[in-house]
């Protein structure tokens, strides 16, 4: 492929795409309205983005409910570290570079919640207590800072038929865990 092909200037990029409408331009706010607020409320599952020295990173994190993260505020957002396979990926990346995305999802909701922010990892007593599980507090909490939220539209997800059973696959049919890690 020639380098001719390639688009390095946010110009050449602008003149292959229609600009934004209002509502696109409109929709990103710099914290959680109560209506995002009460859309989070519900919500089981998010992915977290992070980037260290190693690179970029996306860690699935997930719960019931108002158990895999809380909304402290309308600027921030408490995700408690659970224990997990030790690696501390992201937490090592915060350490190297705040600078997080989170997409959060429902399942059966055609919307995405995106968030962009500012993380840093606490071990405040009251904060770890208030984010026990099964009074198992976690052994750090990452404080999100929000700097950006807003929706994502359905298209996405509707496309991907990610909440029908069209593309659903018995566990017997994909490689498992251990397969793909080159472990089992």
Known sequence: MSNSHIIDSPEALSRLYRAPG???????HGFL???????LAHSPFFILASHGEDGLDCSPRGDEPGKAFRVLDAWTIAI?????????????????DPRVGLVFLIPGIEQALRIRGSAS????PDL???????????????????VAAYVQNARAIRSAHLWTDDYRKACQDVPGASELSGTG
């Open 22 to 28: 209002t509502t696109s331009r409109l929709k990103v």
């Open 121 to 124: 990892i606490s071990v405040d």
């Open 33 to 39: 309205s109560e209506e995002m607020q009460r859309w």
């Open 128 to 146: 770890l207590a208030d984010c026990a599980l099964d009074g198992e507090p976690p052994a750090t909490v990452i404080l999100v800072k929000v």
């Open 80 to 96: 408690p570290d659970r224990r997990g396979n030790n690696r501390l990926d992201t937490l090592h990346n915060l350490l190297v």
